[in-house]
C-alpha cells in the first residue's frame, strides 16, 4: 500500500497493523500541515509518503532511498513464499508538486529528474532483475486539462512521444520561445509557455514503466482519480500505479466511482469517502 498526504501515520498503522501490515514513512521537512497547526495554536503531524506491506508475504531487505523534494521513498521487498525463489521487487512511493501551472509542471519534470534515474541506478545494482512499482501522486495529469501540457506523465510512459514533442522542439534554434508570448498576461507566472526539459532527461528516465490503469483500461486512463470542490468542481486523474509491464501483467483493476454515482452537493472528501483521491489499486502476475 502507498500512500500520500499521510499525517496520521500512527492512526494508520493502529488499523492496518492487526492486518498483517507493517509501514514505514518519509515526512515533509516543510510540511504545510506544520503552517496550519502552528496558525491554530495546534501540534499538527507532519505529512508525508508511506509504504505498508504484509509481513507475513514480504521480508523488507532495505530501505534504499528517501527523499524529501519530492517527498519520496523507495523499498525492497523479497517475498517470503518457497515457490518465489527469494524473488525480490522495489516499491516507491512519492508525491509531486501540487500547483497546476506551466511553471508547477516543469518544477515536476525537474522532480523527476532527481529521482527516478536514482532508483535506476539502485535497480542496476541490485543486477536488474527487481522490478519496480511505483505508487503516486504526480499532481499532472495525462491530458492537457489543466492550462499546461501533460509533460510529466509523458516523460515518464510515453517517453518517445515526449522526446518527439518537446525535447527535439526545444533543441531547435527555429522553435526557441520568445519572452512575453502568452496571450492571457497578467499572470507572471504563465508568462512563458516553454516548460523546460531538465538537459540529463533521457527517455523515461532510463527505466521501462507503463501506468497500470491505462494498460488495464485498453490506453486511456481513468477520467479522474480526485473530484473536489475549489469553488468550482476539480474532476481529473493525478494518481497512477506504474509497474514494468516486460515481466509483469495487469490482472485486476479496483474500479473507480462513475461521474453519476458521486454526490455532486458534496464531492469528495464526504462522509462516505474521507479522502479528496480515490484509491486505485492493481493486481499484477509474473510473466
Request: overall charge neutral; hydrophobic content about 30%.
Amino acid at each position: 500500500i502507498t500512500l500520500e498526504e499521510v499525517d496520521t501515520f500512527d492512526f494508520l498503522t493502529h488499523y492496518l497493523a492487526p492486518k498483517g501490515y507493517k509501514g514505514l514513512q518519509k515526512t515533509k521537512p516543510y510540511s504545510p500541515t506544520l503552517k496550519i497547526g502552528k496558525k491554530a495554536g495546534k501540534n499538527l503531524a507532519p505529512d508525508g509518503v508511506a509504504i505498508f506491506y504484509k509481513h507475513d508475504k514480504f521480508l523488507m531487505v532495505q530501505e534504499c532511498d528517501t527523499e524529501s523534494t519530492p517527498v519520496a521513498m523507495l523499498l525492497r521487498l523479497r517475498f517470503k513464499s518457497a515457490d518465489a525463489k527469494n524473488k525480490e521487487i522495489l516499491v516507491g512511493c512519492t508525491h509531486l508538486k501540487s500547483t497546476k501551472t506551466h511553471q508547477g509542471e516543469e518544477i515536476r519534470l525537474q522532480q523527476l529528474q532527481r529521482l527516478l534515474p536514482k532508483w535506476k541506478a539502485i535497480q542496476n545494482k541490485l543486477g536488474g532483475a527487481t522490478e519496480l512499482f511505483i505508487g503516486c501522486d504526480f499532481n499532472s495529469p495525462p491530458k492537457d486539462t489543466q492550462g499546461f501540457p501533460p509533460m510529466a506523465y509523458q516523460s515518464v510512459v510515453r517517453p518517445q512521444q515526449f522526446v518527439d514533442e518537446y525535447v527535439a522542439k526545444q533543441q531547435s534554434p527555429s522553435n526557441e520561445q520568445k519572452d512575453g508570448n502568452c496571450s492571457d498576461g497578467g499572470d507572471k507566472e504563465e508568462a512563458t509557455k516553454t516548460i523546460a526539459v531538465p538537459k540529463e532527461y533521457e527517455p523515461g528516465y532510463g527505466l521501462n514503466l507503463s501506468s497500470a490503469y491505462s494498460d488495464g483500461l485498453g490506453g486511456e486512463e481513468p477520467p479522474f482519480t480526485t473530484y473536489k470542490s475549489r469553488g468550482t468542481v476539480i474532476a481529473h486523474t493525478i494518481d497512477y500505479i506504474f509497474y514494468e509491464k516486460e515481466k509483469w501483467t495487469v490482472a485486476q483493476l479496483l474500479s473507480l466511482p462513475t461521474d453519476e454515482e458521486i454526490d455532486k452537493s458534496t464531492c469528495i472528501p464526504a462522509w462516505n469517502y474521507p479522502s479528496d483521491h480515490f484509491a486505485i489499486a492493481a493486481v499484477f502476475k509474473l510473466k
